[in-house]
């Protein structure tokens, strides 16, 4: 008996860098690369497979990643995106960097865009997202926008802790269908020049963007907070990734032949 069936969307995840502990006299441990589950929870539970991804150097595998999935999440993390990126000079309020996870997002990206991948970034994902088509950043708010609120509430990351307007005409406005939402915000740096296809789609209440998408792609989107953390509670936030699973091409499987 032959078939066709169509399986769940794969979605790439990028991950973070670690070292494993170690009683090594020189106190060097195992490099790691990992990823905190709610990522891969919510992927999951908006009914599409979670792939965590190796960071890498080699483009051959990184095209090699891409022709496998349906669709890519670059992840946040604890670290701040170097300057160098976007043409800028360090300023005193930059923080730690992980230069190896920023290339390699940043060439990720670029071959998901040329291929017109469906892209969710979620805060510094979403950072990334601009750098690479050319946009800047604040490197940090505080010490750069006057009269900024306090963007940095990790206490408040599993409930939310400011309200941000959602731009009519966007598609972040047809996912959530709602003129504003709560979210939870843990960073200090922001978008700042817009990158080459972007437009804004979300801001808070200070003018701070918290929301990015492309004008030139079937879906790509930027949140600068953490819905992952927020499905729970938040049918809005859960919506989010079932948009964005959603706009993910379902490849077919090829015929299959059952013998009995």
């Not at 009914?47 to 051959?60: F, Q």
């Not at 891409?66 to 160098?84: A, C, K, M, T, W």
């Not at 950043?137 to 408040?156: M, N, P, R, S, V």
Request: glycine share 12%; proline share 5%; charged share 25%.
């Amino acid at each position: 008996m032959t078939g066709r069936s169509r399986r769940q969307p794969l979605i790439g995840i990028t991950p973070d860098v670690a070292t494993a502990p170690t009683s090594k006299p020189d106190g060097k441990g195992e490099p790691l690369i990992v990823l905190q589950a709610r990522y891969a929870r919510a992927i999951e539970q908006a009914g599409a497979v979670p792939m965590v991804l190796l960071i890498t150097g080699s483009r051959a595998t990184m095209r090699t990643n891409l022709d496998r999935l349906d669709g890519l999440v670059v992840s946040g993390g604890n670290f701040d995106i170097h300057p160098e990126f976007y043409g800028e000079k360090p300023i005193d309020g930059l923080r730690h960097i992980r230069k190896e996870r920023t290339e390699f997002e940043l060439g990720l990206i670029s071959l998901a865009l040329k291929r017109d991948l469906p892209l969710l970034g979620i805060c510094g994902g979403a950072q990334a997202i601009n750098v690479a088509v050319g946009g800047t950043l604040y490197q940090d708010i505080g010490t750069q926008i006057a009269g900024a609120g306090k963007h940095e509430q990790g206490a408040l990351k599993d409930r939310g802790g400011h309200e941000v307007r959602i731009h009519e005409g966007t598609k972040l406005r047809a996912i959530v269908g709602r003129a504003s939402l709560e979210v939870n915000t843990t960073h200090h740096q922001a978008v700042k020049e817009l990158g080459k296809g972007l437009l804004v789609n979300a801001t808070a209440g200070d003018s701070v963007i918290e929301g990015i998408e492309s004008k030139d792609h079937s879906f790509v989107l930027g949140v600068q907070w953490h819905p992952e953390f927020l499905t729970h509670r938040d049918r809005w936030q859960k919506k989010i990734f079932s948009a964005f699973v959603t706009s993910c091409p379902q490849k077919r499987l090829k015929p299959r032949t059952v013998r009995r």
